[in-house]
T-cell receptor, first 112, second 118 residues
Framework: QQQVKQSPQSLIVQKGGISIINCAYE??????FPWYQQFPGKGPALLIA?????SEKKEGRFTISFNKSAKQFSLHIMDSQPGDSATYFC???????????FGKGTSLLVTP | GAVVSQHPSWVICKSGTSVKIECRSL??????MFWYRQFPKQSLMLMAT?????????EQGVEKDKFLINHASLTLSTLTVTSAHPEDSSFYIC??????????????FGPGTRLLVL
């Protein structure tokens, strides 16, 4: 049972454009929502994370928007670059000591 | 920083042999580590949760006698694939949970270990 649903499965964006990936969850006990970036053959790298007490968090070109009432959160990549081409996973967890529940991933391709 | 290493990065073994994969948190202590498995173009699948000094908790469908996990110290967890078979070929990734000064936890992942069983 997929506890975190992620869309789209794949995304093509032109260089300089905005990449948007969406995730939805059901478990209201989740209180930690990270995004990971993974390149082929590598482990996931933490990109940015948010907790339910804020609705938005920005770090450089990456922004998480969080809608607690809708149980949705999204990743926005501003000024997308070819180097951003990777697979992005959203995740959610309850608290310390609990594993992350991952979405199925979004394969992002940024064209020159 | 928060660095997690895995060793080896890749391994090829014959069917029936056992393979041990190490996961180390290099610059922080981790009471809890996790082991995941990932198939090509798929998401990460949790195999087990490893707590230092206690037995690992395995996810449903994961054979605990086949995938032995030992978390002997706050910086090291090992996964041993016993009597490996070709269907065990996969990308195995560990993560370690780091607690910040504000009591918030973040999971950091290792670079993964590619296992190929012939």
């Amino acid at each position: 049972q997929q506890q975190v649903k992620q869309s789209p499965q794949s995304l093509i964006v032109q260089k300089g454009g905005i990449s948007i990936i969406n995730c939805a969850y059901e478990n209201t006990a989740f209180d930690y929502f990270p995004w990971y970036q993974q390149f082929p053959g590598k482990g996931p790298a933490l990109l940015i994370a948010i907790r339910p007490d804020v609705s938005e968090k920005k770090e450089g070109r990456f922004t998480i928007s969080f809608n607690k009432s809708a149980k949705q959160f999204s990743l926005h990549i501003m000024d997308s670059q070819p180097g951003d081409s990777a697979t992005y996973f959203c995740a959610a967890s309850i608290s310390s000591g609990y594993a992350l529940n991952f979405g199925k991933g979004t394969s992002l391709l940024v064209t020159p | 920083g928060a660095v997690v290493s895995q060793h080896p990065s890749w391994v090829i073994c014959k069917s029936g042999t056992s393979v041990k994969i190490e996961c180390r948190s290099l610059d922080f202590q981790a009471t809890t580590m996790f082991w995941y498995r990932q198939f090509p173009k798929q998401s990460l699948m949790l195999m087990a949760t490893s707590n230092e000094g206690s037995k690992a908790t395995y996810e449903q469908g994961v054979e605990k006698d086949k995938f032995l996990i030992n978390h002997a110290s706050l910086t090291l967890s090992t996964l041993t694939v016993t009597s490996a078979h070709p269907e065990d070929s996969s990308f195995y990734i560990c993560s370690a949970e780091k607690t910040s000064g504000r009591g918030m936890e973040t999971q950091y992942f290792g670079p993964g270990t590619r296992l190929l069983v012939l």
